[in-house]
């Protein structure tokens, strides 16, 4: 299923900061019509050419989509004017992080469906992930599509370390980029031909993983050459399960936050 831009108006999106606007870039580029998105913001500023652009809700028909852009932190402010102006025929999605299907339900009861979507910045590159769950919505899905891989997720209280994983996880990619990077050029290489060719070794590890068929795991070992160099790396990695139990506690500590913030804004 396409998602139908020309039917699926008005498109409203409150909030278009990093996040939601990294997903506006890729639809636009993946060639949604500008002047069918609608984007609500304290600024006033256009996002992207064409893109109308409000300090406060149109006037007008019950929007069909709703994309909830703000941080969990401001539902609160923006939840009563919105509610007001849903309806059955409105599907809402947010992207709020430890925000939970039924806080939303309990903000927005006319709603016809509550979506929750966990997008991650590569979206802007249709490279990323989006995790869903709550109302299964084929427009939705759709809707996502373009931006990358899309999957729902069934149990909703997975929906935090899923976020960990897709969601937070290009930040811990970027900090290992940087540590490769700091860790040649400690190790006595010029810094910047350092972080060029820690970014360019992950860019191309990344789509070989992606493309090969074959676990990533044996993939590290065709690169092990035996008697060679890298074992003796992955020996470190590998060495009382080191980097496995840095990436649990990692993706532990970041989920744990998800389910904080989630009782915090029921
Ligand atoms: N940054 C990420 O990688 C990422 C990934 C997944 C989900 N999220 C979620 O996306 C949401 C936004 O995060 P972000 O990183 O883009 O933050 P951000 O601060 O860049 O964006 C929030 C935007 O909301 C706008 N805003 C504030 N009050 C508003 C109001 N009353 N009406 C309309 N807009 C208002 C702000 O101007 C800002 O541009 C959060 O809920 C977060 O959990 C972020």
Known sequence: M????????????????????????RWLAAGAPANGITVIRPSGVAPAAGVQTLTALPEGPVPRLVLLGIKPQQLDAVAPALAARIGPETVLVSILAGTGCASLRARFPAAGAIVRAMPNTPVALGRGVVALTGDRVDAVTAL???????????????????????????????RMIDALAAGAADLGLAPDQAARLALHMVEGAGAL???????????ADRVASPGGMTRKGLDVLDADQALARLMRATLDATAARGREMAAAFR
């Open 144 to 174: 996502m599509r373009p931006l990358g891989l899309v999957e729902w997720i069934d149990d909703e209280e997975d929906f935090h370390l899923v976020a960990a994983l897709a969601g937070s996880g290009p930040a811990f990619v970027f």
């Open 2 to 25: 396409v998602f139908d831009w020309a039917s699926e108006r008005p498109f409203w999106m409150i909030g278009c900061g990093n996040m939601a606007g990294a997903m506006l870039t």
């Open 209 to 219: 993983a992606a493309g090969a068929g074959e676990s990533p795991a044996r993939l």
